[in-house]
Nanobody, 125 residues
Framework: QVQAVESGGGLVQAGGSLRLTCRTS????????MGWFRQAPGKEREFVAAIRWSGAVTYYRDSVKGRFAISRDNAKNTVYLQMNSLKPEDTAVYSC??????????????????WGQGTQVTVSS
């Protein structure tokens, strides 16, 4: 079992920055991939970014490339999402997820096994 808890969300003006943190406990953090997803009201959950277990490979959705950066600290069982140049369309509940199986990275929510409760990010125009 893996427990994940997000923090760092809040209200920010367009152009601002936030850093989300996801702390996990339970199984060996360094052995599984981590992802960030978001869901806006009335919309489906969508992939934001993912990082392989080693931290060597990362993936992003096109709309956040160059603005967001995912990273991890395996010694602290923590994954981060640095969000810069935020836009109103980035407003959503952001959740981290752990993927304990699979040989390649994934952007599909169904491939992830454990989820945090989410943290709200609101970007005002």
């Amino acid at each position: 079992q893996v427990q994940a808890v997000e923090s760092g969300g809040g209200l920010v003006q367009a152009g601002g920055s936030l850093r989300l943190t996801c702390r996990t406990s339970g199984r060996t953090f360094s052995s599984y991939d981590m992802g960030w997803f978001r869901q806006a009201p009335g919309k489906e959950r969508e992939f934001v970014a993912a990082i392989r277990w080693s931290g060597a490979v990362t993936y992003y959705r096109d709309s956040v490339k160059g603005r967001f950066a995912i990273s991890r600290d395996n010694a602290k069982n923590t994954v981060y999402l640095q969000m810069n140049s935020l836009k109103p369309e980035d407003t959503a509940v952001y959740s981290c997820a752990a993927r304990t199986r699979g040989l390649t990275g994934s952007s599909r929510p169904g491939d992830y096994d454990y989820w945090g409760q989410g943290t709200q990010v609101t970007v005002s125009s």
